[in-house]
């Protein structure tokens, strides 16, 4: 089988998801055609060369409906030849495409293929497109759905996470976050979104609130009470019998924030590279996803990473670097005692609670991060993972070349 | 015909009289339905411009379905097997659907006059007519009482109700078998008007004379359902946690709940004959599940005969058997280190109400994941089920009726029936072999009474 090598990834700043956030203004068919844009200018990219373009998106309704990867290939002015799909693995929709794009380079369907994700929730609303989920008793009832914040507030329960454990991750989210800017650690994949007039409307990550403390935090109320009440508490009760009362600790600033943004990822053979003249960063070792309890939801990631390193015949210590998406402060707090992980290794540059989660395009986001940090640490592998609606996981190991 | 008189007057209004021979009220037997046929028949006649249903009980309209017939039914039907046979069986269990829209679209306007009781699939006859009166001050008490049985209601209702008064208001009388308020009747078009008996028939004769062409509303071209479906903003915001609060009672194992709910979902997606045939096969479905059976023969067949009886059973020491074998299970439980919590959690869901057991505190905490949940709550229900067979040997109980609805009606978890409806549940043969290896795992409490081995060697059931 043949390699599948990342050649470059570029993502926009993450604009808030309301009507006041700087990326209110633009289309998501102009966020996701300006990441494909960048990453083939910056790489003087042949786009007839692109055997497929694939754009997570998770609302693919309204402006983001109708195949949006495939419009905005061409919107970007890419090759006519070049196609494009949307898919949805919810919050890993992003990492998903990029696993896709390394199959179909591994199988040689593809020389060249582009992965990436788009959303804008500031305009397309979460829960837009709707689904069987939440409504259709088939699941909801015969399987106890319950929506992902209950979820995240039962681990908090199980594990007996206080809310000061929570908004302890989450200041440590922003402060990693704020570092990291402030260094520069993001420069390169960065690429800052332009107007309708062709300037710059926002060139920084705008949900971030670095002066956060535990103590400011501690004033916010618990977002998760009201559904609770609707019902949802007694429903996660009655599934984990063990859990006792739900302790409600998440809010909006120890969850991941609502925003705007788009990630494009090149990943192709080491041929078609050097036919180029690109030089690989890094190349995709593994993959893998996997389906997990689904009223918990978000418990995914330690079963997807056993699952990705068990069929690499690697243990956790040949991981140099874990990033799990900030879904909620639980999620990752779950991950790193199930797993037994150093903090210092784990979501080094912050993550979704400080800078945001643009649900399709986030996977792809933090796969960039990732490859980033390896190369400013000088590290060798990184292990990208999130956790996914309806009780899922996918993963992703990297090594750099 | 037995249950039904016609009196065709001047003016072709056919006045049907319901009235079943020999009952203190009108219930729905296969017979009655037979003859509905011939009420159909004889409205399609050309000088029957329409009709008026009333019934001729002082108590009331219509109590619904016949239940021990249907229980008999269920059990036919739950034998069947391979696709011919369950076709049958669908049509069989659905024909009170089927009739009922016939007449609903028979192109003849027809209206009912309903008093006291009015409840089931008397209820639905009335909600199948195009124009319904009630009559004032008749102790009128419309509900539909088939989920608290085990089952849901086969005749239109799940279609019939949200098509009126939209899916969130219509949930509590289907999911919860909710009396149905005069005043959400009138306002819901449940009910068109209320007067005087005498008043009513002539009222009901009078709109069928001026309605000739009388549709139901969602026969309607331009129907609408009222507040949207289910994948509608409205319902995003409500039916998603209407069914989340469903858990709060009877819960998954209910052998109806979920599949009323179901009907709601997909029967309010589709135009009306389809919803109904969808509301057929989940009926159908509900009937063949032995909790169903088991639920329907304690809460109405048990309730019913034991009412009848002057003398009834002393379950004290029964039932204080029965708690103390929940107890001790529970307490064994926390020896083996599960959580407080999570053995409280199951004595409420899975037992009797028991005092609680001594926590435990140097045991070694066992870790609990789901597969282990389900097994525990199986071992509790177990044990006590267990107890009620040993307690039905030694004739500490007499009979099985009393047993179980003795249980349920001191917190046994109802969607069993009770404990001997669980073992039924459970299938007699599985039973046994799974209380084996509880024995096997925890001991002779678990051990086989010796009567519920000659049942299974003489393959008779516990209420047999």
């Known amino acids: 089988m043949t390699t599948a090598y990342i050649f470059d990834a570029v993502r ?10 700087a990326l209110h203004e633009v289309t998501a068919l102009s966020l996701a055609s300006q990441v494909l844009q960048a990453l083939r200018d910056r790489n003087q990219l042949d786009t007839a060369l692109v055997d497929d373009v694939i754009l997570g998106c998770v609302m693919p309704v309204g402006e983001q409906g109708s195949d949006i990867a495939r419009i905005a290939a061409l919107v970007a002015g890419y090759d006519q030849q070049v196609p494009g799909v949307q898919i949805n693995r919810f919050c890993a929709s992003g990492l998903e495409a990029c696993n896709m794009a390394a199959g179909k380079v591994a199988s040689g369907e593809a020389r060249f293929v582009i992965a990436g994700g788009v959303e804008s929730m500031s305009r397309v609303a979460l829960g837009a497109d709707g689904g069987a989920m939440l409504v259709d008793p088939s699941f909801a009832f015969d399987h106890y759905y319950a929506p992902q914040g209950i979820g995240a507030d039962l681990i908090a329960t199980l594990d007996g996470f206080t809310r000061e454990d929570v908004d302890s991750y989450a200041v440590q989210s922003q402060q990693r976050a704020a570092m990291a800017w402030s260094e520069g650690r993001f420069a390169r994949s960065v690429v800052p979104v332009r107007d309708q007039a062709g300037l710059v409307l926002l060139d920084h990550d705008e949900h971030m609130r670095p002066q956060t403390t535990v103590d400011s935090l501690a004033a916010l109320k618990p977002a998760f009470v009201g559904l609770g009440e609707l019902g949802y508490d007694r429903l996660a009760q009655a599934r984990y019998p063990q859990a006792g009362p739900i302790n409600h600790v998440h809010h909006g600033g120890n969850s991941s924030g609502v925003v705007d943004g788009a990630a494009a990822v090149l990943i ?30 978000l418990t995914g990631p330690a079963l997807v990473t056993r699952k990705v390193l068990k069929k690499l015949g690697m243990t ?16 990752v707090l779950r991950y790193q005692r199930e797993l037994e992980l150093d903090p210092a290794q784990l979501n080094v540059n912050g993550g979704a609670i400080a800078m945001g989660h643009p649900l399709g395009a986030t996977g792809a986001m933090i796969l960039g991060t990732a490859l980033d940090e390896l190369e400013r640490s000088d590290r060798q592998t990184a292990l990208i993972n999130l956790c996914v609606g309806a009780g899922m996981g996918t993963a992703t190991v990297i090594e750099r070349v | ?3 039904f008189s ?4 001047q003016d072709g209004v056919a006045l049907i009289t319901f009235d079943v021979p020999g009952k203190s009220m009108n219930v729905i037997s296969d017979e009655v339905q037979t003859e509905f046929d011939g009420l159909l028949a004889t409205l399609r006649e050309p000088r029957v411009r329409g009709a008026v249903i009333r019934s001729g009980k002082a108590g009331g309209f219509c109590a619904g379905a016949d239940l021990p017939e249907l229980l008999s039914n269920m059990t036919r039907w739950c034998a069947m097997q391979g696709d011919e046979e369950l076709a049958r069986g669908v049509a069989e269990s659905g024909s009170w659907s089927r009739r009922l829209r016939e007449l609903e679209t028979c192109g003849k306007p027809v209206a009912v006059v309903i008093h006291g009781v009015t409840v089931g699939g008397g209820l639905e006859l009335a909600l199948a007519c195009h124009y319904r009166v009630a009559v004032a001050d008749s102790k009128l008490r419309m509900a539909l009482p088939e989920v608290g049985v085990g089952l849901l209601p086969g005749g239109g209702a799940t279609q019939r109700l949200p098509r009126l008064v939209g899916l969130r208001r219509a949930a509590p009388w289907l999911l919860e078998g909710e009396v149905i308020s005069l005043e959400d009747a009138l306002a819901g078009d449940l009910i068109h008007a ?15 004379l001026e309605h000739p062409e009388a549709k139901a509303p969602w026969d309607e071209p331009d129907y609408r359902l009222p507040h949207g479906g289910p994948h509608s903003p409205e319902g995003y915001r409500h039916f998603a946690p209407l069914i989340a609060a469903r858990h709060n009672g009877f819960g998954s194992e209910h052998p109806s709940l979920g599949n009323i709910l179901k009907c709601l979902y997909e029967g309010s997606q589709v135009p009306m004959d389809a919803g109904l045939r969808i509301e057929a096969r989940y009926f159908f479905n509900t009937l063949r599940k032995p909790q169903a059976r088991a639920m329907a023969r304690t809460f109405f067949i048990a309730r019913q005969t034991l009412a009848r009886r002057p003398v009834r059973e002393d379950l004290e020491s029964y039932l204080g058997v029965l708690q103390e074998v929940s107890e001790q299970e529970q307490q064994a439980m926390l020896n083996e280190g599960y959580s407080d919590t999570l ?24 870790p609990a994941d789901l597969p282990v949940v389900e097994q525990l709550k199986r071992r509790l229900l177990y044990a006590q089920a267990l107890a009620a067979a040993r307690c039905l040997d030694a004739g500490i109980v007499q009979d099985p009726l009393e047993a179980d609805l003795g249980a349920v ?29 509880f024995e096997q795992d925890h001991g002779a409490r678990f051990a086989l009474p010796a009567g519920l081995l000659r049942r299974l060697e003489e393959g008779q059931g516990l209420h047999a």
Request: proline share 7%; hydrophobic share 40%; with cysteine.
């Open chain 2, 1 to 3: 015909m037995k249950n």
């Open chain 2, 343 to 366: 053995v409280a959690s199951l004595g409420r869901v899975a037992s009797l109400p028991t005092g609680c057991p001594q926590p435990v505190t140097d045991a070694e905490a066992s």
């Open chain 1, 316 to 331: 956790l210590s040949d991981i140099d670097l874990f990033e799990l998406n900030e879904a909620f402060a639980s999620v």
């Open chain 2, 409 to 437: 009606e001191a917190g046994f978890p109802a969607w069993t029936g009770g404990p001997l409806g669980y073992i039924e549940i459970e299938g007699l043969a599985n039973f046994i072999a799974q209380a084996q290896r």
């Open chain 1, 12 to 21: 926009t700043p993450r604009g808030r998801g309301r009507p006041n956030g």
């Open chain 2, 6 to 9: 016609i009196n065709i007057d």
């Open chain 2, 194 to 208: 209320v007067m005087a008996a005498d008043s009513a028939l002539e009222d009901a004769r009078r709109w069928v």
């Open chain 1, 268 to 297: 192709g053979s080491r041929e078609a590279g050097e036919a180029l003249g690109l030089k690989p960063r890094a190349k995709i070792i593994g993959m893998a996803s996997i389906g997990s309890e689904p009223t918990i939801m």
